[in-house]
Every structure is written in C-alpha cells, then in structure tokens.
C-alpha cells in the first residue's frame, strides 16, 4: 500500500515536468511549429472537398455501389451519381457496437480507454489521480508499467505482441492520414457540441456580460435563447452559424483577432469527447425533464406536473430564463473567435467573450443532422439511428420536425404511422389480479406479436423539402442572402438550400429476442454505468437485427437517389450539347 502511494507520488511530481516537456516537443507535435488563423466563411476546407471527390471515387473503383445496388455488372457509374449518405445516430447508440462504455441520457460521457487499460492490468488499481491524468492529456497513462506490463495474455494482440498505449490515439486530427481519408477509403469523422445562446446573458461590449441589467429592456425581454451548433471533424473546428473555422490541432489556443496567441499541442481525444458529451452541464431544463420523465404514476406525481405547469404557463419569461441556467458550469475552453471581424446579426457580440463553454450536443438534439447541412456537404440521404430512451413515445419525430422548421424545412414521413399503442400490461401476481386497481406491468410478448407491433418502424422513410420564402411562418422569419449565396435567417443560422431524404431507425424490440426492450430493460437504462459482455451482445444482437429490417428500404431509397443523379446528369450533358 505505501509503496503503491510513493508511486503515485512519484507520478504526479513528474507530471509537470512531462507536459511542460511536451509543451515545447516539436517533434513529438509538429503543430508547434505552426501557427493557426481563424477563417471567417462557410466553405468547406480544400481537405474535405478533396475527401468528398477522392471518396465517390472510392466507392466507384471498389465496385461497392454495384455491389449494393444489385446493379448489372457492365453499368458504368460516374462518380458524380454516386449519392452522399451521412450516417449519424444519438451518442447512446454507439454503445451497440463497442464492448464497454459510460454513458448518459444523451451520449457516451468517456471512452477511457487508459482506465481500462489499468483496470485489466491486475496489480494496478485506478484511483482519483488516474482520473486526473485523464484530463491532463492522458500523460499518466503511459508510464512505463503501463506500457511493459506482462503479467496478462489481455494485454497481448492477436500476434502476441504486448499492447501500449500511444500518444497518436488521442491526436484527432491524425485520423486524416492514418484513416487515408485523402484517399477516400473510411467516412469521415464528426464530433458535435452545443453552445447555449442566451442574448439576455451575452456579451454586448468588450467590458461586461451584457449591456445593462434592465430585465424590462427590449434586450431582455425580447430575449430567446437557443443552441449553437459546433463540429469537431479531423479537419476543423468550428460553427456554421458563427462562419468561423480553425484547424482541428489549434483547438485550446487562445486566439486574438482570428489569430493565435500561443503555439500548444494539440488537444487530446479524450478531452474532446468530454465536451461533446458532458451533458450534466446542460441546462436546468434538461435536468428536470429527467425528473418530469420519472415521476412517480398516480395522485403525487400528476400533481407535482400539473403545479409546475401552472406555475410555467403563468410565468413564461422567468420561466425560460430559469430553464436556460446551468446548474454546473461546463468547462471554460479559450474562444477562438474571441475579437474577431464582427458582422450585425452574427454572433449576437459572441466575439467580445474570451471564452467558450460546449456541452452535449444532444441538449439541443439527439440527432446530429444539423452537421448533415452544412452548406456545400450537399448530403443526399441521412441514416439517422435513434438509440433515445424515447423513441416508442413518437416525441423523436417531434423533435425532428422541429429541427426541420429552425432549417428552413419541411420533414415529413412518406408512410405516416399511428402512434403505437400502450404496451399490453398484466398483473404482477395472482394477488394484484384480484384488487380494483392491482398493479400492473409490460406483459411479454411473443415473436410474433414483436413484429406485428413494430412491422413499418425500423426504417422510417422521412422527405425533406425546403420551403418557399412566400410559405415561411412569422416565427421562422425572412431570410437573406450573403455573397456567396447562402440563404441565412435572422439568427444567422444556414437554411438548407436543398430537398433531401432522411431515413430514421430506431433502437426498437425485434423478434430474435422478444424479452428484451431496449427502452425499459434496468442494464440499458441511461442511469447504468457498469455493462457486462453479456449484457453488450444482447443489445447488438437486436441492433443488427433492427438494422436488417431496414436494409431494403435503405437499398430502395439509395437506388432512388443514385437514379435521379444519373438521369439530372445526362439531361444536363444533352442539353450542352443542343
């Protein structure tokens, strides 16, 4: 014991030593070397246009599109009708196809890959200084007993070799050459995380928060607050909303005027995706969303929601400021756009902060199709996999179509679905059966009955169309349009330019395991933090199968797509040559 405490000692008396060390290793991290400037449209990077070219390429050359498709094996494909498709799904849904992960009501909250690998070490113990090291760039993770341990074939590759960890795995922007995006041959990765936008709270000059305290004032009065978006690719960092973009390897300089003030190494993975997930740092509305959700059935649970609706209905200003607070401050990273180029309605004086807090992307929605149309990604369909706790309540449509409106669209299912009925209930025992309101719970259904329940729901097809500026309703505003022609409305947030297709697949029971709903079961609950194997394979077993369900409407609407490119193609080439 005191020896295991000298060691942790011995670590954190080096620990400075080893990041002030690696402050100034060029070497190590090339982006010392370089410096990073802020630049202020939405185009997308020369990087991406090249991924985007190189990738439709990719999927010609590899004969995947034919593949998929069923299509005659002397059809030629040009690389210009080969659809782009966007695969996004709710953090929580990631957890069916990796073998261990924390996660929350909205996302993983750490894949912490070095604590893991503490923890399958046996004579190594985690504890808070492991936690610690987490955050100061994993440093503590690759100490020497770490790295050369042998006393478990675990810590062995399928060749033998001894598994250490390596700095490179938490450098995001490495992905871009290790995954051969240039080449095309992997998608590319995206992060998402959320500002909370609050103009009553913002910064109105260089010198304070907001312009004055008035709560009576048109400033505050007139006051809405909304969600940020902003992305974390291999690439860049940066919002389109804010037209602002730096490299991915400068985030966590400060910068002034678009340009950095200091030359760091660039952030680890792990830090990253605690800001893209860290969603006990959203507002109090979400917090009391979860306890609205799980209020106890029956007189006192209706009576505590009836209460605070009243009080809500009567008070809706104080309300929503109320809602809008943050019971625990998400962390304060360096802002990028701090004393940047303003331009009116952009950025609301966001620019006059010098810091920027993110938080969970799914406070604002589960759903990432917001990075989906970002001008010039011209997406053509969108996977979205819904892993929510809700998604047979219906309230995930909801929110997509709301979604849609803040975009300038309309959403709407091709097949309208009634919403599902209440779950077969039945006694709990023979005692309950016998009283006038016995308790009751979910009966179990068979195989049968599973797929007559669910039949249409694994693959929903949803078309998206944009709206007229003559159709759009007073709450969605005007619209303008900048120089480089995209359409932008009163919060300077891109509308789409585009019609497109979404197709929404939910995590939902399936007849290969009929006892088991993904919704309702305790270990997949967003409160369990601790998952066996077992409990992992059961919940990809009905995830693959759900995705099966869906793979001919998948094929259907890609054929669809790939079809209307290729005949807008030809009709364009014939009438240049009329």
Known sequence: MRGDKSHRFSDLLHLHKEVKRDLSDAQLYPELQKDAELRRNNDLSEEEKHFLQARKEMIVSSGALHRFLLLDEDEKVHPDDVPVIALGGSGGGYRASIDAVARSANGIYFQLAPILQKIRVGHLHPGPLDLYGTLITSHIFFQPPVLKDHSTDDNKD???????????????????????????????????????????????SPEEA???????SSEHKDAHAWWQWFEFSSIEFGSDELEGWIPTWSFGRHFEAGKNTQRLPERSLSLILGLCTSAPAGPLAAWLATLYRNLPKGFLGTKIKHAADDWVEKHPKEAERLQSHH???SQNEPNPFFHAEKQENRGQGFENSPRIHLVDAGMSNNLPQHSFFRPGRDVDLMLLGDF???????????????????????????????????????????????????????KLLSSDEIQERFKGRYAQILDVEVIPETDRTEEQGPTHVDESGIRYNSRHQPQASRDTTMIYMPLLPHACQPDYDPSTA????????????????????????????????IRKVVREIYEAKKAARLSKASNLHE
């Open 210 to 216: 907001f312009s004055h305290s008035n709560h009576v």
């Open 388 to 442: 929510s706790s809700d998604v047979q309540s219906g309230a995930a449509l909801e929110r997509i179509q709301e979604f849609g409106a803040g975009k300038g669209v309309t959403i709407k299912p091709r097949f309208p679905l009634e919403d599902l009925p209440q779950w077969p209930q039945e006694f709990v025992n023979e005692e309950e059966k016998g009283k006038e309101n016995g308790k009751t719970k979910n």
């Open 158 to 204: 399928e060749r033998g070799t001894h598994i250490a960890l390596q700095r490179d795995w938490f450098r995001f922007s490495l992905t871009y050459n290790t995954n051969k995006l240039h080449d095309g041959l992997q998608p590319l990765p995206i992060l998402t995380a959320v500002r909370h936008e609050r103009p009553w709270r913002d910064w109105k």
């Open 327 to 329: 019971p625990i401050h």
């Open 522 to 553: 305790p270990f997949s609950s967003s409160y369990n933090l601790v998952w066996t194997e077992e409990q992992v394979g059961i919940i990809r077993k009905t995830s693959r199968a759900d995705v099966v369900e869906g793979i001919a409407t």
